[in-house]
């Protein structure tokens, strides 16, 4: 266990419709950071929040938002879902607001498929 | 488990030989890099990490090299077991900015 809560591990939706996938920090990390993963892309970022602030922005698309709630933990809300949005959602943790040493702790992922 | 990296560049080697696993980086300005194991189902973990002052770092089993004349960071891991197969990324970065990860190699040990 690393730490880093994601849930649900699996969800399974229909195209057009919305979700959130949630994820808790290891305790006493401030950051947390979304990124994406399919086969072919390796970890793809999307998004990163400190203390509650966004800090960072990668390829995130529009009907994507993220938030970090005050006891730190963070949703990922996706909507409009399609078909490619089925992939594999990772959040990390690290204490600060940039890199740390030895990096980012992850969560064992959200596996979406939009049927 | 889940699959992940289907298509991405694989190692495969023997039980018992040592593996060596490649990563280019793309910027000259990062001095922090780390190495990353992923197993099925799981998300990365943390293997071992080197600094741009070191040219090399050994832990238990794994060795990271760096070349920065190159760009090219390595993996060494002595004596593959099962364990160790998994895609392994390598992450790099400069001061004040985050992790970019690698495309990942998997690698395979055969028995």
């Known amino acids: 266990d690393s730490g880093v809560t994601q849930t649900p591990k699996h969800l399974i939706t229909a195209t057009g419709q919305r979700v959130t996938l949630r994820c808790s920090p290891r305790?006493?990390?401030?950051?947390v950071y979304w990124y994406q993963q399919s086969l072919d892309q390796g970890l793809q970022f999307l998004i990163q929040?400190?203390?509650?602030?966004?800090?960072a922005k990668g390829n995130i698309l529009e009907r994507f938002s993220a938030q970090q709630f005050p006891d730190l933990h963070s949703e990922l809300n996706l909507s409009s879902l399609e078909l490619g949005d089925s992939v594999l959602y990772f959040c990390?943790?690290?204490?600060?607001?940039?890199?740390?040493?030895?990096?980012?702790?992850f969560g064992s992922g959200t596996r979406l498929t939009v049927v | 488990g889940e699959s992940v990296g289907l298509h991405l560049p694989t190692l495969s080697v023997q039980e018992g030989d040592n593996s060596i696993i490649n990563c280019a980086y793309s910027?000259?300005?990062?001095?922090?890099f780390i190495w990353y194991k992923q197993e099925s189902g799981k998300g990365p973990q943390f293997i071992i990490d080197?600094?741009?002052?070191?040219d090399k770092r050994q832990g238990q089993r794994v060795t990271v090299l760096l070349n920065k004349t190159v760009k090219h960071l390595s993996l060494q891991i002595a004596a593959t077991q099962p364990g160790d197969s998994a895609v392994y990324f390598c992450a790099e970065t400069p001061r004040g900015q985050n992790f970019v990860f690698g495309p990942g190699t998997r690698l395979s040990v055969l028995p």
């Open positions: 929040y400190y203390n509650g602030e966004e800090r």
């Open positions: 080197i600094r741009s002052n070191m």
């Open positions: 305790s006493g990390d401030l950051s």
């Open positions: 990390a943790s690290s204490v600060g607001p940039t890199r740390g040493d030895y990096g980012y702790t």
């Open positions: 910027n000259s300005a990062s001095d922090y």
